[in-house]
């Protein structure tokens, strides 16, 4: 096993052999494996957005069994997807790529200032299934937050004891935040925090901006002068807030945009320090060949290839 | 055992053998048994609009034994109810016909914009009465959706390790939702989505109309010049949001309605590749030998006997 | 046994021999045993409407062995009631008489528009106790419904698995409804309808008006001409609701009234098809010789002994 | 045994031998051990009131052990209290005096109109702290007495199959309720009859006054001319309100207040048949030495003593 | 064993010897070891503050390590902090110093007036991280109390049966008190014993101020002249409704504050009688060469080695 998977697992000592397999096949897998960085390929936006939004572009991505054929052929460390996408995979790709169970979903159906997703997966359901870890979002600033805490709260203990790793997508959102308070700085290292505390493996959250949304922070920003000027600064910070990268932190891509502007930002989290990104409409919304170049790229840009 | 049955259950390699058991037993039951296409006689109406107005049309229908005789006569794939018409005649008809328990309904003496059924039924008590699935609504766009999303989840999970089919009705309806919206294309496409997402074998949806209703997803059908013109279009996307196919779809025939209107919806649904149709009302108010007669037509239809 | 008896037993083909057995006991039980009707003294009065408004017209039945000795005496089926009231006799009458444990309440020191009763009692209790059956009030038409058939649905699941029968009071109440909808023929119609749904064995309801609640409902009364003019027709039409006769149901008493009325009710009850009457405050507050005359000539008009 | 006491056994005999051995060891303790009356000290306002409230008139009272000691020396028949202080001093005390756990609490530094108290112990907890018996506090007339109904309904369940006796103060309360109605005799007899049909073995209730709250109770009050001018007529009334004397019931003494009244409530419930006095505030914020000689009266009085 | 441990230990006679050994632990541990003192270091302010607010003074603080390293060389008798803190370095620093793993936690990105933390651990996962005890915060005065009461119910219990201990941070909050109220002596000394009724073994609260909120409350301390002048005598009020003395009680330090000022505090609370401080900011936001030099002052002043 290479040094540095040796090293980050080493972080993780307080959980069993079984997890700390599976933290390990997360970072050995595909074409970063053993570099400590991961690209992940997650696709619950049938479930988020609808099916017409999320494969219309390119519907190849209907069938629930290309996205595993793309996460393997980019060379992705993982698959993330909710029960029926993994359902419909499973057994046909039975151990050829990592497997995480995104266990709570919202669609946009309905909506409302304080979102709380529903659960839609167990620790048992990822294990029948073969996955190698469960995913779970939490949405730190609603008022339903403390439901949520409590459900991952029983997941983590869970998974932990029968060998899985946990992913928590942490996305601050709620009356109490301002739009743009939702990316600031504080909120998301805060979030990345949060995700820590409550026992997760593996943090994503969005690339953070240099707002401040909280007075209470603003004023120690600005006395212990903390640099969030620029994007690694702020990944950099991120991750500090994440035990002192001491936690696996990675960042999700955010709405489909031009491509330069995505590398710019995979730059900017791996100069800053970042594990990584979960890369999901930049990826499969492409016709496949076209996406497994992009994210071949992304990769080599992790991989210290490309500058 | 014919080759699309064979083809149908490669789609569901993820369930136990018991489980594939019994979608095998839904396809291969009645006429249509190994067409690949299916016919279901549901009777919940009697808990969702009372006795009278359901089987008052025809007084046969007050008695459960009834819509077994009738299911039975006319070669259905199998006969769902809730847990009372089962219990009535689940001992006498004992390998009959494969039913469908239905664990969760309404009835029409309260209501509300949000509506949330209430669970009237068990995965062990389907066991018990010797059924081959179990069936559950869920309304996608009630604010109530998590608590059914939630129920759905636990029951899918015992079902399947139980061995057991699950038939999801996916109906969208609730406050955040026009009327017209609730047959929407955008919006039946979503909820077929969402049922496969949480791990239905089965979906039921309604035929949906032209109406796209969510701003966003209006951008996609038109930028993507999603054909969604004629009903057999709508369908065909509906399946396609079904995972690509891969999972069963099927349509309710809705409110009671002229025989003709009923064929020309059929024919749709057969060449949109929709798997095949439930249809109660229009088959137990019709005196029997009429009801026989229009469900033999219907699924003559199915099997390409009839254009 | 009795070939009606063992007719009425054959509807609940679906149940085990424990349940069967505890029907069977039912329908043997005193002077009415092998008739295939009932008589059954409830006495839950003290807890619904208070011991003084229950029991100070007729002191001794302040004492709870006062109902099991009238009950006796007076040759009921069975007797219902609360735990407490149960409790304080099961001993001393093990075995004398069919008891029918009332699992949920409600007293009258707080309202409001949309009634649920407190579970007060388990199906342990009923076996501990020696109770043949559990009783359960359900309220349709009270927004809490749902909570309602949700325990019903948990303690008909457990009653049948150990063996007990299952009695339900469907009483439609809540703010969807008049005060004359509660008795209208459509409701107390679908109410038995539910009932039978949630899987009761027996069934009561209130005798029916005439008067029609609901619109779409009063539709199909007026085009199928369902005759609903006289009581005995009302019954006639609730006993069709309830499974086309397949399942037992009987009529409450309702407040204490003249003696002459409520044998016309019952004459009505029985030439409609009725299986039988729940009579309490008409019993028990009267004093025992004459409660057990009266309850004598009820049991008369049903065994056809009366005109 | 005497045979008051055999007697007062025979009520519960639907109970196991262990949960009639603690009824037993309730009325067999200290002065009035043998007679069928029991004085009983409960000290529960350290919780309820505060700490300063209840013991800086004694100070003595701080140490939990101070109660155990006051109710021996004063010959209680128990002595009654929450988790906190029942524990610090049950292993010191084992086996000397019969010890009822508190399960239910609530504090003064929230409100409400509608109480509802915090569950604070368990029956597995009285089991492991060698107590006789389990206190619940219920609150008829609050919106929030389902809640408490099935908690206690949950309690008693497994207090009688574990062997110990159940007491229940029945203290009604609520939006529904003035003022003056928490002790208004019919409300009173009600709040008995509620906990006895709830299974209490031992029901606590406080001093009722003529006043009659509700307009349904007057008439039927009136109309029976129950006579309720004195308090022993009162007392009389709930006695036979629970369940006609066969349940053991006893009353509270509310506020410190002047001694000759509390002798003169004490021999209006003896008078009236009540079964006897737990009694708090006005014995523990007495010096030891005079509270002792205080109990001493009361108990004089319940034995018939003094007149 | 230091005589002063095992009285304390003699006022915990109904605990097993699991828990007795693990209060054990936490007083013998440290420089402060055997005295009968505690001086705890808690970090949970990343969870509950965000991680920039309280790491970024002191930036080694955001790597978990540097509190167990904290701890352990200024000789505290135990670290407490939430799971993922606690996580981070069980394994590397397991047997080297007591362990509380803190079961809920709020966090600052929503608020409201009547606070309830989510839970975030468990006994179980205490017990998986070798912990000796577990932390659990109360909010007395907030409308969700009862929650708070409830859970921590049942992890009193289940931590008592394996053997662990219980600290309850008892914090007054909620929209029933005045900001003032929140450290008024009357309410805490009141959230002290409400802690000690609840079970708890150690009790944490804020040193109060000389302001009594309630007027039932404010005629008590008036009538019965309860010294409340000085803080010292303030502690000694709050031990002694902290059952006489016979529960350990512990003091928060606060927000950070002047060091003169907390030596003060210390003073007084060692000379009324209080166990100890629990001091997070002010510890772990210097650096900690002066950490440690400040938590050795404060520990002097509890031996009594300076005035």
Redesign the interface.
């Known amino acids: 096993m290479q040094d540095r998977v040796r090293e980050i697992l080493s972080?993780y000592?307080?959980?069993n052999p079984g997890t700390r397999s599976n933290i390990a096949r997360l970072l050995n897998h595909g074409r970063l494996g053993g570099t400590g960085r991961l690209v992940i390929l997650p696709v619950d936006q049938?479930?988020e957005?609808?099916?017409?939004?999320s494969f219309?572009?390119n519907?190849a991505g209907?069938?629930?069994r290309y996205h595993f054929d793309l996460a393997l052929a980019a060379g992705c460390n993982a698959y993330a997807a909710?029960?029926?996408?993994i359902?419909?995979g499973?057994?046909?790709f039975a151990g050829e790529i990592p497997l995480i169970l995104k266990l709570n979903?919202s669609?946009?159906?309905?909506?409302?200032s304080d979102p709380?997703?529903?659960?839609?997966?167990?620790v048992?359901?990822a294990l029948?299934?073969g996955c190698s870890a469960v995913g779970f979002t939490i949405y730190?600033?609603?008022?339903a937050?403390?439901t949520m805490?409590?459900e991952i709260?029983e997941i983590t203990?869970e998974a932990k004891r029968k060998g899985l790793a946990v992913v928590v997508w942490s996305y601050?959102r709620?009356?109490?935040?301002s739009k743009e308070g939702e990316t600031a700085i504080?909120?998301v290292?805060?979030a990345?925090?949060?995700a820590?505390?409550?026992?997760?493996h593996i943090v994503k959250v969005k690339p953070p901006t240099a707002h401040i949304e909280?007075a209470?922070?603003k004023k120690?920003?600005e006395k212990?002068r903390?640099p969030v000027g620029t994007l690694a600064e702020r990944v950099r910070?991120v991750v500090?807030?994440a035990?002192?990268g001491?936690?696996i932190v990675i960042f999700s891509g955010g709405e489909a945009k031009e491509t330069g502007a995505i590398f710019d930002e995979v730059r900017a989290i791996r100069d800053g320090g970042g594990f990584g990104s979960i890369i999901g409409r930049n990826s499969f919304q492409r016709p496949k060949r076209e996406a497994v170049e992009f994210l071949g790229q992304v990769m080599d840009i992790y991989a210290g290839k490309t500058k």
């Open positions: 972080w000592a307080s959980d049938g479930f957005h609808g099916p017409a939004r219309a572009p519907p209907y069938d629930p909710p029960l029926g996408f359902e419909a499973a057994a046909d979903n669609d946009s159906l309905t909506g409302g709380c997703p529903a659960i839609t997966g167990s048992a359901e029948r299934l730190p600033a609603s008022a937050r403390n805490y409590q709260k203990e601050p709620g009356s109490g935040l504080d909120v290292a805060y990345a925090q949060i820590c505390q409550l026992g997760a909280q209470a922070a120690v920003y212990e903390i910070h500090q807030s035990f002192d001491r936690r």
